[in-house]
T-cell receptor, first 109, second 114 residues
Framework: LAKTTQPISMDSYEGQEVNITCSHN???????ITWYQQFPSQGPRFIIQ???TKVTNEVASLFIPADRKSSTLSLPRVSLSDTAVYYC??????????FGTGTRLQVFP | EPEVTQTPSHQVTQMGQEVILRCVPI?????FYWYRQILGQKVEFLVS????????KSEIFDDQFSVERPDGSNFTLKIRSTKLEDSAMYFC????????????FGQGTRLTVV
């Protein structure tokens, strides 16, 4: 399990693109990077997962540079409903997910 | 979309009482988990369960806790003698496979110990 570091909080306005960067300097060769989203009083929800380069789905994009020591979750044109805590995890072949403190994203109108 | 369901959504219990939190994982999933989240804190791993046995547990998961999959569909977490500090949101999760597969979380049970 690689330790991850991400900003404690970020603020944005509706319609803006938000990029949340996660550092995982000791990521192992077989680790994948996964991002989860959590709204208050709800369970975490999978957003996106990747190994390298770029992954895009209907919700977000994930950018992973060649050295894989960091990754960036990109949320295009955020809305108020994107206000949540976002968790970055780096792991492989493990029987548990270990959540850090995450990044609390606040979107303002 | 398939989902993990948890009951009850909220449980209030007196200190020292036993509680059982229930979860119905997604039907074809093989790996099951319990997590807890104390108000304002991070999501903490409690225990993982596979093939009808515990595969890993955290330091939090002491002798007061137990898990069971009694009937092939339900997955329960029992706390034998609740303490005030057990008050938290408890989340059940399940995964289809073992490696790099999405974990689906339930909506949680808010446990309040008074």
């Amino acid at each position: 399990l690689a330790k991850t570091t991400q900003p404690i909080s970020m603020d944005s306005y509706e319609g803006q693109e938000v990029n949340i960067t996660c550092s995982h300097n000791n990521i192992a060769t077989n680790d994948y990077i996964t991002w989860y989203q959590q709204f208050p009083s709800q369970g975490p929800r999978f957003i996106i997962q990747g190994y390298k380069t770029k992954v895009t789905n209907e919700v977000a994009s994930l950018f992973i540079p060649a050295d894989r020591k960091s990754s960036t979750l990109s949320l295009p044109r955020v809305s108020l409903s994107d206000t949540a805590v976002y968790y970055c995890l780096a792991s492989y072949n493990t029987d548990k997910l270990i959540f850090g403190t995450g990044t609390r994203l606040q979107v303002f109108p | 979309e398939p989902e993990v369901t948890q009951t009850p959504s909220h449980q209030v219990t007196q200190m020292g009482q036993e509680v059982i939190l229930r979860c119905v994982p997604i039907s074809n999933h093989l790996y099951f988990y319990w997590y807890r989240q104390i108000l304002g804190q991070k999501v903490e791993f409690l225990v993982s369960f596979y093939n009808n046995e515990i595969s890993e547990k955290s330091e939090i998961f002491d002798d007061q806790f137990s898990v069971e999959r009694p009937d092939g569909s339900n997955f329960t977490l029992k706390i034998r003698s609740t303490k005030l500090e057990d008050s938290a949101m408890y989340f059940c999760a399940s995964r289809e496979g073992y490696v790099n597969t999405e974990a689906f979380f339930g909506q949680g049970t808010r446990l309040t110990v008074v």
